[in-house]
């Protein structure tokens, strides 16, 4: 089956609600938002804006009230929000998001309509996972719940935590047994209004570079007692619950986070559009429009690769423990080098807390988090490390087609099954093993350059089959060689260009004729290929200008830069 539209009408809704974030006359435009971030605040009209329109039942299933269905779909919809204001879409939609999908994973029934009745009361709910002594080594938590008689006994402090005092309830990641192994810790959900006034203490706040309107606190507990009945699902079930919940995560914050590239690229072009050097704009300099065609490549090259992703969670449940955690680590890395190539070409404009550009330098703070909020880029490689052997023997050396609706935007999809999710990929990846059939599928009369790229990264996956079926256990851990580390960076790199090769063919006879075009693909084939630390390897000119004037063209007409190429509400603030 096939929808008539690939973008979520909720996402159309909410981009006329925001509407343009460039007027002035706007409320919930940038220069509000500018102002709420000097302050160090929660942008309030925001929220009462996402208040109006319900953003909290975009988190919710069908089952119990929401519009949750698909995660593309809800990445869409963020990215309404992210591309205005990161801050506004953490502080108030992201971290309820990463709270309650650990409900769905593995709450019973009534816990689920609890939590449910909550969010769609526009209330806000905070996860507390980390403690400053462990880190992202969530297993290794202090934090107890430990059980005594009916009740659950409260102690510990969590520590950086999003919302943790605006929040009207928490799911804490605690320690509720006292014997070593996975069984110990359990999921904890804490409605604040059932406590004693003395049941927590909050720790100040933590300031932080990016991310301002974000209230980042602690919180510590002290014999706090609580029904045994509020822990979520079974009880030591609480690690195996989180490793489901990060594939759905990891998959789907970055995603979101694409947006902010997207203002970043349309903040650059309208300055260098409007600047004059050398008796012309500096948009018409070589240079500069080599570094905006190769932004707008990585865009396009991250939003194919996180929509492969974030279907995969739907048509590959038992793959996406890899999949996720390659999202979140090659997604993270080329965003923040693309904003990074954007301030080189906004130069001063760049750190600039007042004008007209002012929003670039909130959005380049704002975005550093997606390279450790929640996971770290080297968690991601610790839990991709220890599978490549198995995805080596079991998938890479057997080449099969994928199933097209992982690609093609239009396709339906069954139903999220958090149950389905597994924490081990036990050698399964689909999308990998689709590369080597994609150069038979190249239509007749391919660019050869296309066909030289698509081949270069078959013989890179078959040299990588090899180096990775021969990797010795020992030396797969955390304490693994640098060398090995590397493997993943290649690995993820030969997966983000099957997702983009793949996308390209599956959308041949799609509604946007860009996605057909091979010059968006051959550049992003020529970024990938560049060893990590090296200058992205430029695409020739005539590409290059191909995607300037697909550039030029979504601004003037206010669609999207992304993948999508959706109607954006951009144009009155126009210059």
């Known amino acids: 089956m096939t929808r008539t539209d690939a973008v979520p009408a909720g996402a159309h809704d909410l981009e006329r609600r925001l509407g343009d974030p460039y007027a002035p006359a706007n409320p919930l435009g940038f220069d509000a938002i500018l102002a709420a971030d000097e302050r160090g605040e929660a942008f309030a009209e925001g929220e009462a804006a996402l208040d109006a329109y319900g953003l909290n039942a975009e988190f919710v299933p069908h089952a119990y009230g929401g519009r949750f269905a698909r995660v593309d779909d809800l990445v869409e919809i963020m990215r309404s929000v992210y591309r205005r204001d990161p801050a506004l879409g953490l502080g108030y939609g992201t971290s309820s998001f990463i709270s309650s999908v650990n409900v769905w994973a593995a709450a019973d029934e009534e816990q689920c309509r609890t939590v449910a009745a909550h969010l769609l009361a526009n209330r806000k709910v905070a996860c507390a996972y980390h403690e400053l002594a462990h880190g992202n080594d969530v297993a290794r938590s202090d934090f107890a719940a430990l059980p005594d008689g009916k009740d ?338 290649r690995y993820v790199t030969v997966l983000t260009a099957a997702a983009c090769v793949q996308t390209w063919l599956h959308n041949a006879d799609g509604p946007d004729a860009f996605l057909t075009d091979p010059a968006w693909l051959i550049a992003a084939l020529h970024r990938l290929r560049a060893k990590p630390g090296a200058v992205a390897d430029e695409a020739p000119e005539d590409v290059q200008e191909r995607l300037m004037a697909e550039l030029l063209d979504r601004h003037d007409h206010d669609r999207s830069f992304g993948i999508a190429n959706r109607t954006y509400t951009t144009g009155k603030g126009r210059p």
């Open 152 to 489: 659950l006994v409260l102690n510990g402090r969590k520590e950086v935590v999003a919302n943790i005092q605006r929040a009207d309830a928490l799911v804490l990641f605690a320690r509720t047994g006292t014997g070593p192994g996975s069984r110990s810790h359990s999921q904890v959900y804490v409605d604040k209004a059932t406590l004693p006034p003395d049941a927590l203490r909050y720790l100040p706040r933590f300031p932080s570079l990016g991310m301002r309107g974000v209230q980042l606190g602690g919180v510590e507990f002290t014999d706090c007692r609580l029904p045994a009945a509020n822990i979520l699902g079974r009880p030591g079930q609480g690690l195996e619950t989180a490793l489901k919940s990060f594939q759905v995560t990891r998959t789907a914050v970055p995603a979101m986070m694409t947006a902010v590239l997207d203002t970043g690229l349309r903040t650059t072009l309208r300055h260098v559009r409007t600047r004059h050097l050398y008796g012309r704009t500096a948009a018409d300099l070589p240079w500069i429009r080599s570094a905006l065609a190769g932004a707008f490549a990585d865009l396009l090259m991250c939003e194919a690769f996180a929509s492969a992703g974030a279907r995969a969670l739907h048509l590959l449940p038992q793959q996406t423990s890899v999949y996720a955690s390659a999202v979140k680590f090659g997604i993270s890395q080329r965003l923040l080098d693309a904003m990074h190539q954007l301030s080189v070409v906004l130069g001063a404009h760049s750190y600039l807390r007042q004008g007209p550009n002012a929003i670039f330098q909130k959005l380049h703070r704002d975005l550093k988090p997606v390279g450790f909020g929640h996971a770290a880029r080297a968690v991601c490689q610790v839990s991709v490390l220890p599978q490549l052997p198995l995805l080596a023997k079991r998938s890479w050396a057997a080449p099969a087609a994928a199933d097209p609706a992982l690609f093609r935007r239009e396709a339906d999809l069954p139903a999220l099954r958090m149950d389905r999710l597994a924490v081990s990929g036990r050698g399964g990846d689909a999308l990998v093993a689709s590369l080597p059939t994609a150069l038979d599928a190249l239509p007749d009369g391919t660019d050869r350059r296309l066909h030289d790229l698509v081949a270069h990264f078959t013989t890179e996956l078959a040299d990588l089959t090899d180096v990775c079926a021969a990797l010795s256990p020992a030396g797969l851990s955390f304490m693994a060689d640098p060398a090995a580390y590397d493997l993943v960076v």
